[in-house]
């Protein structure tokens, strides 16, 4: 059966949902509500029934219907406060009211299609394919768990522009098969596999996957998940967010890997562009250089490569905190001259939008447009944790501790063993400060030292918190192991930390206290 509104039509037998001659990237479980409501668009369907047909009885809360419910608008392109298709009728439950057509097919659905056979050549970017994960419980119902937690991942590795993944109706020809994760990489031309299982033991569910080097076989990342029952779908997001914020990172340190190992005569664009990625993640002056010449020969050779550019004014913006600059005049020009190239071609690309907007904020103080920049950024990729962490330092100069906490939280949610996790610790140390926490800002401070000893920010806000809360000893201590770090620090050189005069006010008495020269 098809069912025919708008430009969509709903295929019940091949499970898919096309918006004109596109498919529409859907989860089964929002699938099978988008097809109960059209089959009973002659009435008013309620929560109870949803539960009842889509979950099979299940308890499931407000949270988690309401949140099927708008992915079901959101494929169909409807919304809450439109409700052209499915509309909520308060008190009572909901019901579509587009105009449909029923088209009935006699051709059966091809549920034994045989994966590709062809050998494919690998693409120039990484590329990878998420397999469907084995049921290996007695209960049929956590099929579709497995099945959504599949799509979901695959779903956001797409946001990573410089990711090829393989599409959903290809990946799924292999269901229920025993594969050579091997002959998979030759038959999907892909050089990355993450296969995984769903398993139930009594009340819990553990999920577990493993990502494969499709060319040697070799294990590159595995980890598994456990959760209870009743918190099925806040287990499956917090597995996709998991999944996805383990291997990307993993995918990309082996392709920095496989360029460094490619001779320089045979490099391009794009591996010019990893090899800039390996030097720019150590913090010295000289891998920075290295960085910015390995970055500006990347958009040398690809003019539209828009992470290029972000990633080269970040350099700078590196260059700048780190005090690296020899012309600091010419090499603010260059920094923002980049960072502005980097948002202009990078419309979709989240790392051109957050670097690029991240410079703009550091360097051309053009916090506005930065945090617009950025905010679009994680609207396209919202699975990029260094983006979220400089995005709370973003809102920590704007003076919002409330999103500052918000998105260093999520960074370390998404990255929890990231390098850089003293730094989110850090912005959250501010962001308590401006909001007169001065307990949690002195312990967020000392949990960023303890990741790394010698960030000077959060030496500093340990200093100033510890001195308007009284604890003088403490602060003096931090204040000393501060200029021994740098003997020219000074208060106002912390000024652009502070959006609101008062706060910067308060800030500087407190490093005054603490025993900070004037």
């Not at 960085?291 to 490569?305: P, S």
């Not at 004014?313 to 980049?338: F, H, N, T």
């Not at 983006?387 to 949610?413: I, N, Q, T």
Request: charged content about 25%.
């Amino acid at each position: 059966m098809r069912f025919l509104f708008e430009n969509y039509a709903l295929d019940t037998e091949k499970r898919e949902l096309h918006r004109g001659a596109d498919a529409v990237s859907i989860t089964p479980q929002v699938f099978d509500l988008l097809d109960y409501l059209i089959r009973n668009r002659e009435r008013v369907v309620s929560k109870d029934d949803l539960i009842s047909a889509v979950w099979n009885g299940r308890i499931v809360s407000d949270a988690a219907l309401t949140t099927r419910l708008n992915a079901v608008r959101n494929a169909i392109g409807d919304s809450g406060e439109e409700q052209r298709l499915l509309k909520t009728l308060a008190r009572r439950g909901f019901r579509f009211v587009g105009q449909v057509q029923e088209e009935r097919g006699d051709a059966a659905p091809d549920n034994g299609a045989e994966p590709p056979k062809s050998s494919l050549t690998l693409p120039t970017r990484p590329s990878v394919v998420v397999l469907p994960f084995v049921n290996l419980s007695l209960d049929p119902e956590q099929e579709y768990f497995a099945d959504g937690v599949v799509e979901d991942i695959t779903m956001a590795l797409s946001r990573f522009h410089w990711l090829f993944v393989i599409a959903r109706n290809s990946s799924f020809t292999y269901k229920g098969r025993s594969v050579d994760v091997r002959q998979v990489g030759r038959e999907l031309g892909v050089r990355y596999v993450l296969e995984g299982s769903v398993r139930k033991a009594g009340s819990r569910l553990r999920i577990a996957g493993q990502l494969i080097d499709a060319e040697t076989g070799a294990h590159l990342w595995a980890g598994h998940f456990d959760g209870a029952l009743e918190d099925v779908f806040d287990l499956q997001d917090h597995v996709t967010s998991s999944v996805v914020g383990a291997i990307a990172p993993k995918l990309q340190r082996e392709e920095i890997k496989r360029a460094k190992r490619k001779p320089t005569e045979n490099l391009d664009a794009y591996d010019y562009y990893l090899r800039g990625l390996a030097s720019a993640g150590r913090w010295t002056r000289e891998a920075n250089a290295d960085a910015l010449r390995l970055f500006c020969k990347a958009v040398e050779l690809d003019h539209g490569l828009a992470c290029g550019y972000g990633m080269a004014a970040w350099c700078y913006v590196r260059r700048k905190a780190r005090g690296w600059m020899d012309e600091p005049i010419q090499e603010s020009a260059e920094a923002v001259r980049l960072a502005r190239k980097a948002v202009l071609l990078g419309e979709d690309d989240p790392v051109a939008l957050c670097m690029g907007g991240y410079a703009l904020a550091l360097i051309a103080r053009e916090f506005d447009d930065a945090a617009a920049f950025m905010d679009r950024g994680l609207a396209v990729n919202p699975n990029l944790g260094r983006s979220w962490s400089l995005s709370a330092w973003l809102r920590v100069w704007r003076g919002e501790p409330d999103l500052a906490l918000e998105h260093a939280a999520h960074a370390m949610r998404l990255s929890p063993l990231d390098p850089s996790t003293y730094a989110m610790h850090g912005a959250m140390a501010y962001a308590h400060f401006l909001k007169g926490r001065y307990d949690e800002a002195s312990s967020c401070a000392e949990s960023s030292l303890r990741f790394n000893p010698n960030f000077l920010l959060a030496t500093c806000v340990s200093a100033a918190s510890n001195a308007v809360a009284g604890r003088l000893d403490l602060a003096q201590r931090a204040i000393s192991r501060a200029l021994e770090r740098d003997p020219d620090l000074r208060a106002a050189n912390l000024r652009d930390l502070f959006h609101r005069k008062e706060d910067f006010a308060t800030f500087a008495k407190g490093l005054r206290d603490a025993g900070l020269p004037d």
